[in-house]
């Protein structure tokens, strides 16, 4: 798909969404619990991980999710819901368009990402737009419109039949100097009320 038309594509979505959504709620969350969290590794000799020492008090710290990990998100409807995995994080990418480059002190980040649709119907998103990257200032960005040779980026729209999934790559440009530290993902193309937020560094 050509950039022009893969930008009117989202422009697109991202009207038809922000009018359905004008009038709804504003409550948002952010959730960053995996699905399920990986056993404790093994020891080094091969032997089941020794048993945690009991704390004192208070309760453990929750499981945080990071490069790997599965969060089950909620959209608009009860039909609208996903499991998004964050499988990988290329930094830096190169990208595949000799003629198309990052500015002056900027480099690409492509981050991949597996939607499952979980719902009772097919779910449509728009995963370039519902995707954020978070740097170790705080400072958030949005996607660009770049291929990478990371792999297959995301088309303009994900159409996913119940238990399928879609999996393709997302691009970021950012500063040089930037360090990645979170990606975040919301669906409904990044209007849905709860986001998904995985920690990289």
């Known amino acids: 798909m050509s950039v022009r038309l893969r ?13 359905a959504t004008a009038c709804g709620p504003t409550d948002s969350t952010v959730s960053t619990t995996p699905k399920s969290s990986a056993a404790a590794p093994a020891g080094s ?8 020492a009991p ?15 599965t969060i089950s998100l909620k959209g608009f409807e009860k039909k609208d819901t996903a499991d998004v995995t964050l499988v990988k994080v290329v930094d830096p990418a ?7 480059q990052p500015e002056d002190g900027k480099r690409y980040v492509s981050v991949q990402f ?23 200032q705080g400072q958030s ?15 303009g729209a994900v159409n996913i039949a119940p238990g399928e999934s879609s999996l393709g790559f997302v691009t970021f440009e950012i500063p040089s100097d930037a360090q990645v530290d979170k990606v975040q993902y919301a669906l409904n193309s990044g209007f849905a009320e709860q986001s998904g937020q995985w920690k990289v560094s």
């Open 94 to 100: 190169e990208s595949a368009n000799e003629f198309l």
């Open 7 to 19: 930008t009117a594509t989202l422009v697109l979505g991202a009207a038809l969404l922000a009018t």
């Open 141 to 155: 960005f949005d996607s660009t419109f770049a291929e990478t040779k990371a792999g297959p980026e995301f088309p």
């Open 55 to 69: 704390e004192s008090k208070g309760a453990e710290a929750p499981a945080v999710a990071k490069v790997g990990d």
């Open 114 to 136: 597996r939607i499952k649709a979980t719902g009772s119907a097919a779910y449509t998103d728009t995963p370039a737009i519902g995707a954020k990257l978070v740097d170790a």
């Open 45 to 52: 000799d091969g032997s089941a991980p020794a048993a945690a």
